[in-house]
């Protein structure tokens, strides 16, 4: 089995690991050890993504009046929706795209599939009303059905399904969101994901 794509599925869209470096399952610290789900750099500096980072609506309205660019990145790729739906801030989540946040985009997807990490119900609805790609891959071919699957999100793996999310899709290492759940002996997603695949 391979090592989770959760705990690495962030550090996929930033860093090249050296040739020849391993990347060893129990090295990795868990969700609950991190702050956020998927968020395993620094903190932003940009005030716009710092404040959905903390959750702070009341910074995000100021700096969205001000003119802040909604889609502002830093130099890792990551958004104020990125920030806002890791941390579980729904109404942030949903004011920004209210203003235009993008998610037919890379950055669109890491926050889909950041909520979905979070087991953000609200805003994983919000993302994908707005548009998004629920079959969306990473660089290591990861979607947000497969980290709900492994996160054990079993309402937000339902809500996946039912709007299509493409139950035979296999990331780079020929595994299915089944076998993610499968690995983590999440009973009731690896059920789900069963019935799915004999529709």
Do not use: W
């Not at 020849?20 to 610290?29: D, F, L, S």
């Not at 993504?49 to 903390?54: E, I, P, S």
């Amino acid at each position: 089995m391979i090592i989770t794509r959760v705990t690495t599925l962030f550090l996929a869209f930033i860093i090249t690991p050296p040739v020849g470096a391993a990347i060893i399952r129990q090295q990795k610290p868990t969700p609950a050890q991190q702050k956020g789900c998927l968020n395993k750099g620094e903190a932003p500096t940009q005030a716009l993504l710092a404040a959905a980072d903390r959750g702070d609506l009341a910074a995000i309205k100021s700096h969205l009046a001000n003119r802040v660019n909604v889609n502002l990145q830093d130099d890792q790729g990551r958004t104020a929706l990125f920030f806002a739906a890791d941390r579980g801030h729904s109404e942030i989540v949903k004011l920004l795209l209210a203003k235009g946040a993008e998610v037919k985009t890379a950055a669109g997807a890491k926050a889909l599939m950041a909520s979905a990490c979070a087991g953000n119900l609200e805003s994983v609805k919000a993302i994908l009303d707005k548009g998004a790609n629920l079959n969306a891959q990473d660089k290591e071919g990861v979607t947000a059905l497969m980290v709900a699957a492994e996160e054990n999100r079993v309402e937000v793996v339902k809500l996946l399904l039912s709007r299509g999310a493409n139950v035979d899709l296999k990331d780079e290492e020929g595994e299915t969101a089944l076998d993610y759940a499968e690995f983590e002996e999440h009973k009731e997603v690896v059920e789900i994901l069963k019935r799915a695949k004999k529709k």
